[in-house]
């Protein structure tokens, strides 16, 4: 008895990988223990696949912002900003920042309410996006000092693509009397 054996179909080979790329995150937290929060928020991220590096800016502490202006009245922010180095592709990254939120106990019941950690997608590399899902660059960042000066402690040459240099954007807000 014969038996036809047939070629076995070509697989494609392993796809390259995606190179490493640097993300600006922002990580705020204004409830609970703070400054732990945020440093093991950054040990996390560091934990996660495909990230080779986090680099932790100082600690800063800011004031609440509300919709309506800064809220002394409100516990006030610790903010920091990490450059990761990693392979893993925006969506996914921003999707694992999400995750970490939610193991911190985030609660999204309040835009720009109280919350245990928000990590923020600020950057990557030089990746332009306008989905809904995913903008690139943030928004709001370069109207931000508690983004932009733990930025600069971080990486004094930064560059906030399509607005410029980070120093210059925290200089002029500085200018007009943000704080």
């Known amino acids: 008895m014969s038996r036809d054996l047939a070629k076995a179909p070509e697989l494609p080979g392993p796809r390259p990988a995606r190179p490493e790329t ?6 705020g937290a204004n409830l609970g223990d703070r400054h732990e929060t945020i440093r093991a ?4 991220i560091a934990r996660l696949p495909l990230v080779s590096d986090v680099r932790l800016s100082d600690l800063f502490e800011t004031v609440a912002l509300r919709l309506d202006g ?3 009245e ?3 922010y610790v903010n920091a900003v990490a450059l990761v180095t990693t392979r893993l592709a925006p969506e996914i990254l921003l999707g694992m920042l999400h995750a970490i939120e939610d193991e911190n106990g985030r609660e999204r019941r309040e835009r720009w309410g109280d919350r245990t950690l928000d990590l923020d997608l600020i950057a990557y590399g030089d990746v332009v996006s306008d989905e ?5 660059p943030h928004p709001r960042a370069a109207e931000r000092l508690f983004v932009l000066d ?3 402690d971080v990486d ?3 560059e906030l693509l399509g607005r410029g240099r980070v120093a210059d954007l925290a200089a002029d807000l500085r200018g007009r009397g943000e704080r």
């Open 41 to 44: 928020a950054a040990q996390r």
């Open 156 to 158: 004094p040459d930064a």
């Open 150 to 152: 733990p930025w600069l």
């Open 132 to 136: 809904p899902r995913l903008q690139l």
């Open 22 to 27: 640097v993300a600006v995150v922002a990580l």
């Open 70 to 72: 800064p809220d002394p």
């Open 74 to 76: 409100a516990p006030g």
